[in-house]
């Protein structure tokens, strides 16, 4: 029989690409179509009820019973002409996944008739039994239910026959449950700090959202090839296989030409996205083979979260139909690259101003210093945070390992930006300065957009690193939501903004003049930020030994990471702006270290499944071979002085039984360690013990079965080896 390995490949083979027609080629004819957008509720709303949707919207008040029975009504009709016959609260629980559960658009009625039916309150709240979704302690078994609430601020979408209306998700005792809940708080208190801030430059701003525009990367692998990998099915990425003799070496994927299977799933999925209103423009190869981006135009950031949500959903959708699986582990194969998902992220003022552009006047450019120095001192403070906010199991691979930024959370300036702030720090004292000084630093200032027009350098080797006109979090993974980094950078933000308007109005009751004060608290949060601020190359070892020194953290596990959530600055940085209570924040530790636990656990039952029943019997069938092989020699050709008949076999006979002693000791002694750690009441112990004991085993065992695939017969080789997997499509 054909072994799954080889039927796979031949499938591929037969693979072509899927015709796939643009809908228009303007995408402004389809953008949006399946979103209920502002336009269509015009359309579909009673003057009042989109009068008072809006201001829900814009200023987040309550809308009534009365009113939300307008509403939903408004929204089905809309959706029932765009084909949907179901609807669903759609929300992200802290699994990391979206979840939705789907209700038919009818009731029966007492006399067994059927009534189309969707009320205000149906839309507005709903009480799903969530009792399988992670909560870390905070809902007790004996009441499960949990709420779902309408979150009017990200609009509703049909996809697939559903109504999907974007909620929050919360316990019976208002404990948050998700992502969006703590990210609507923190984005709201940052509003409000952003605009006193922005009210010492322009008395017009009373509105400051925060911009995001994350860019996603993943890898394809056909179907077929997936299906004979179980670890890839069952773990998302490749727990065994040895190097490609070629893989990204030449750097010949960058850019270069899309392959014209992947180009039609990328068109066909991009209309997908189109339509729900994701403005996704930019697509190209990645680094490694099969590797690919995509980045939409940033959008106000909750929006832009729910966004990246849904694409990942449409992606793996559209890759199914495609005969594709998308892998959005970040660290699929070991070698190469991994993926991860750099996090654009900006301030934008009602009036149109975006605060981290400098701007064309040296107000406007004291304005952006101020929110450029508050937002790098934010960093500082709060790395530890930063960094456990990114922590998952897929990126422990990729950071730090030569691909991706370092543990180590610093930020990059670009050396002209790094330059100013440098002069402002020899310039501003909290000595009075005469008008001439202080004309002349207002003319520096005003110079700083020229400054940075020439700004060319970049650092890709940097998690935090600005880019002109935003920063960029770099070393968010690839699975991760969004939500994650920026309820945790969002909010250590804000903490340094309200403190920069209290210093502020602390020198004024000094009698500073206010402009001076400003430049004297600009200059306060630049020298305390100076350690954390490198230029230089973040990959090499040279920047762990210099970043020890300035006294900063390198944490390189994720059960060590984590412990971040449970600070006593955490704990007041989120309690202060009522983002997340202690409770919350330990539920979230709590669910985060189970995940990471589990997530080894599976990772160590697959790769010991894999040992002994495919990589085991396939070594021992090959040294069967070579047995046979030795003892049909034996007498055929006399030994002599060049040659030692059956010697080269022989020595592959004993290699390859010292691996398979080696695999067979390892998987044993991971699954005693398993136990062990499973033993442990505590879940930090447990997540101890598997970072430990039960992690270092998945390398050992690899690194003897990749041993294997080097010498056994390619033909008996079980399952798809990555020169397949990287390079076959
Ligand atoms: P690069 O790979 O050079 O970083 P990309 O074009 O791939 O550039 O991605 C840049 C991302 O940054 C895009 O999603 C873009 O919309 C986003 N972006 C640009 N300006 C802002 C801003 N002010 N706020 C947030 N995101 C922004
Ligand atoms: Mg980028």
Redesign the pocket.
């Known amino acids: 029989m054909e072994s799954v390995r080889f039927h796979a490949l031949r499938e591929v083979l037969t693979r072509k690409p899927l015709e796939v027609s643009l809908p228009s080629v303007k995408a402004s004819d389809y953008f949006g179509e399946n979103v209920f957008t502002r336009r269509k509720m015009q359309e579909y709303l009673s003057k009042e009820a989109f009068i008072h949707v809006i201001d829900a919207i814009e200023t987040g008040s309550k809308i009534d019973r009365r009113i939300a029975n307008q509403i939903a009504s408004g929204m089905k009709a809309w959706a029932i002409e765009r084909g949907a016959t179901h609807y669903t609260h759609w929300f992200h629980p802290l699994n990391g996944n979206t979840a939705e559960k789907h209700d038919a658009f009818f009731d029966l009625t007492e006399d067994g008739e059927i009534i189309e039916n969707f009320s205000g309150s149906l839309l507005v709240q709903q009480e799903p039994d969530a009792s399988s979704f992670p909560n870390g302690g905070i809902r007790n078994t004996f009441e499960a239910r949990g709420y779902t609430a309408w979150d009017p601020s990200s609009p509703a979408f049909v996809i697939d026959h559903t109504l999907c209306i974007p909620t929050i998700f919360v316990s019976y005792t208002g404990e948050a449950l998700d992502y969006k809940t703590p990210l609507l708080k923190s984005l709201n208190a940052l509003d409000k700090a952003a605009v006193n801030i922005c009210q010492y430059f322009d008395k017009n701003v009373n509105k400051v959202i925060s911009?995001?525009?994350?860019?996603q990367e993943y890898f394809l692998v056909d179907e077929a090839l997936y299906q004979a990998r179980p670890d890839l099915v069952l773990t998302g990425r490749t727990l065994m296989g040895h190097a490609s003799a070629k893989d990204q070496q030449l750097e010949d994927n960058y850019f270069g030409s899309i392959p014209s299977r992947v180009a039609a799933f990328m068109r066909d999925f991009e209309i997908e996205a189109l339509r729900l209103g994701i403005p996704v423009k930019?697509r190209h190869n990645e680094v490694a083979p099969n590797q690919f981006?995509c980045?939409?135009?940033?959008e106000e950031a909750n929006l832009a979260v729910d966004h990246n949500q849904l694409l990942m959903d449409v992606m793996e959708r559209v890759a199914i139909k495609h005969k594709f699986r998308v892998l959005l582990h970040e660290k699929p194969y070991a070698g190469i690259n991994g993926s991860g998902k750099?996090n654009?992220?900006?301030m934008?003022t009602n009036t149109g101003v975006?605060l981290?552009a400098p701007g064309k006047t040296p107000k406007s450019n004291t304005q952006f210093l101020a929110f450029l120095v508050s937002t790098i001192r934010a960093v500082h403070k709060h790395a530890d945070l930063l960094r456990a906010s990114i922590a998952l199991p897929g990126n422990r691979h990729r950071l730090g390992a030569n691909e991706a930024p370092p543990s180590i959370i610093s930020v990059f300036l670009g050396k002209h930006l790094t330059h100013v702030l440098e002069d402002l720090e020899k310039r501003i004292s909290s000595k009075k300065m005469s008008p001439d000084e202080k004309a002349e630093l207002k003319l520096d200032i005003g110079k700083i957009p020229e400054i940075l027009l020439d700004n060319t350098d970049r650092n890709r080797t940097s998690p935090f690193a600005f880019?002109g006109?935003?920063f960029?979090f770099r070393a968010v993974g690839s699975s991760a939501n969004c939500a994650s980094p920026m309820i945790s950078l969002v909010s250590a933000v804000t903490e340094q903004l309200m403190c920069f308007g209290n210093e502020v109005e602390k020198l004024v009751q000094k009698n500073v003049k206010r402009d001076e004060a400003i430049l004297q608290v600009i200059r306060k949060f630049a020298v305390d930020s100076i350690p954390v601020l490198f230029e230089g190359n973040g990959y090499g070892d040279g920047w762990k030994t210099e970043a020890e020194k300035r006294g900063l953290t390198n944490i390189t596990n994720v059960p060590e990471a984590l412990v971040a959530f449970l600070s006593k600055s955490t704990k007041e940085l989120f309690g202060k702006q009522g983002v997340l209570s202690e409770r919350e924040l330990e539920a979230r530790y709590e669910i985060r270290l189970e995940n990471y636990v589990k997530k080894i656990q599976i990772e160590a039952r697959v790769l010991g499944d894999i040992a002994v029943n495919h990589i085991i019997p396939t070594a021992i069938n090959y040294q069967n071979v070579l047995i046979e092989n030795v003892k049909g020699l034996q007498g055929l050709i006399p030994n002599n002085e060049f040659y030692d008949v059956g010697g080269f076999q022989l020595q592959t006979i004993k290699k390859i039984s010292e691996h398979l002693f080696l695999i067979r000791t390892k998987v044993d002694e991971m699954r005693e360690e398993r136990k062990k750690a499973n033993a442990e009441q505590s879940v930090e112990e447990k997540a101890g013990l598997y970072l430990k004991n039960v992690q270092p085993c998945l390398d050992q065992i690899r690194r003897h079965i990749d041993k294997l695939e080097l010498i056994v017969d390619d033909r008996l080789w079980p399952m798809p080896k990555y020169r397949e997997l990287l390079f076959v499509n």
């Not at 911009?211 to 860019?215: A, D, R, V, Y």
């Not at 980045?295 to 940033?298: D, N, R, T």
């Open positions: 911009t995001l525009g994350w860019e930019t981006e980045a939409p135009v940033f750099h654009n992220w900006s934008m975006n981290l880019t006109n935003r960029e």
